[in-house]
């Protein structure tokens, strides 16, 4: 009897070992935590992404031409994200376009119209400190907006422009964050590359050759190039270190980003296009009798030097300014959906023009499935621009189902 005490003590502890564990929540384009008693030799792997679909009813008005096309548009990101050991993660992912902004078609025969990566990105986690190599997004960049907007995935003109002029910052850099405290997370992060190799270029202003944009200006050499490669003349430095508060029912972002852009490094006495672009986001999170509300505000604030267009070798005397501002309310009013509302207005000033653009999204969502939604939104866009009498945009219907693999 004695032996067989002994026997049972030793198995007790790798008996309660075995024990299955309740699944982590799961966010998407961000991986899982390891197991809950990691091994120094633990691996885990599995698959994340989305899939959506539907239909879009748009309705063009421009200068003297008004019409109308219903494109169905599709739109998938796939990819697999793991851990290994204790404090490293990673993720993969690709995504593969709906065909431009407004999702106006692919090529089946060749496959779709853009295949992009999504996620690339290796991540070190320790101590309460994290620091990440690849191809990711800074969360201090992006605004909050609407989740009744996801229902493509952010990718078509409606939702993901206001998100661009704003700064929200993806590519290839290095990142860095650590918690403070428990609500207080500061962050970091720095990018040297093209112009296209991340979002947050949108952001810098100013006429160059016929683009009014520097991004433009890099991308148009795409398809041109023999190697289908953007302008290798142009390099940016880019860094925003970053403060975000989150607690049960608020979270804000203030975030700083700062750049400098070389637009032709060809050139050793060419002057540089400096700037900033000051960003602040909100949201709460409330319980109401009939479900939960969720209000976002957020503004962001540009600023940046102008060269000459023709010759680089000349600041012009007047700055590049832009500003974006956009608002909004989730309303959840039963556990498989709710609807959203959302607007933004982005205003860009240059010596030559005065633009503004207005945002506006009313959309409701529907899980039929634990994964599984249909989506009804209405989106418009107009815009204004200084000295022109007429306002010009569209209208869109989205009527749209989507997986979500989280």
Not at 273 to 293: C, E, I, K, Q, W
């Amino acid at each position: 009897m004695r032996y067989l005490a002994s026997l049972v003590i030793l198995l007790l502890p790798s008996i309660a070992a075995a024990e299955p564990t309740e699944p982590a929540e799961i966010q998407l384009d961000e991986p899982a935590p390891p197991p809950a008693v990691p091994s120094v030799r633990a691996k885990w792997i599995e698959p994340y992404g989305a899939i959506a679909g539907g239909l879009n009813y748009e309705s063009v008005h421009a200068t003297g031409n008004d019409g109308a096309q219903h494109p169905t548009v599709a739109i998938s990101r796939m990819g697999v994200r793991g851990g290994v050991g204790e404090h490293v993660t990673f993720a993969s992912s690709f995504e593969a376009s709906m065909g431009g902004a407004m999702g106006y078609g692919a090529s089946v025969w060749e496959g779709q119209a853009a295949l992009a990566i999504r996620d690339q990105y290796l991540r070190y986690r320790r101590g309460g400190a994290t620091f990440a190599v690849g191809r990711m997004d800074d969360p201090a960049s992006i605004d909050f907006v609407s989740k009744h907007m996801g229902d493509l995935l952010y990718a078509d003109g409606y939702s993901r422009d206001p998100l661009l002029y704003s700064g929200a910052d993806r590519g290839n850099g290095i990142f860095g964050t650590y918690d403070v405290t428990d609500w207080l997370t500061a962050g970091l992060t720095f990018h040297s590359t093209n112009p296209t190799g991340i979002t947050g270029t949108l952001v810098v202003g100013g006429k160059l050759s016929v683009f009014d944009r520097p991004f433009y200006l890099a991308s148009a050499q795409v398809g041109r190039s023999s190697d289908n490669t953007p302008d290798q003349n142009l390099h940016i430095y880019f860094g925003t270190p970053s403060l975000r508060i989150h607690t049960d029912h608020f979270q804000a972002n203030l975030a700083v980003q700062l750049y400098s852009l070389d637009t032709q490094v060809a050139t050793s006495d060419d002057q540089t296009v400096r700037g900033y672009n000051l960003r602040a986001s909100v949201r709460g999170d409330f319980p109401v009798a009939m479900g939960t509300v969720q209000p976002f505000a957020n503004a962001s604030s540009n600023r940046n030097e102008i060269l000459d267009p023709i010759d680089s070798k000349y600041r012009l005397p007047d700055l590049y300014r832009s500003y974006e501002v956009s608002t909004g309310v989730d309303w959840d009013f039963a556990k498989r959906g709710g609807i959203g509302f959302e607007y933004a207005m982005i205003d860009s000033k240059d010596p030559d023009q005065h633009t503004r653009l207005h945002y506006l999204n009313l959309g409701s969502t529907w899980w039929i499935e634990p994964s599984v939604a249909i989506g009804v939104r209405a989106a418009v866009v107009a815009r204004q621009v200084g000295g022109e009498m007429e306002t010009t945009g569209s209208r869109s219907l989205f009527v749209t189902a989507r997986l979500v693999l989280e």
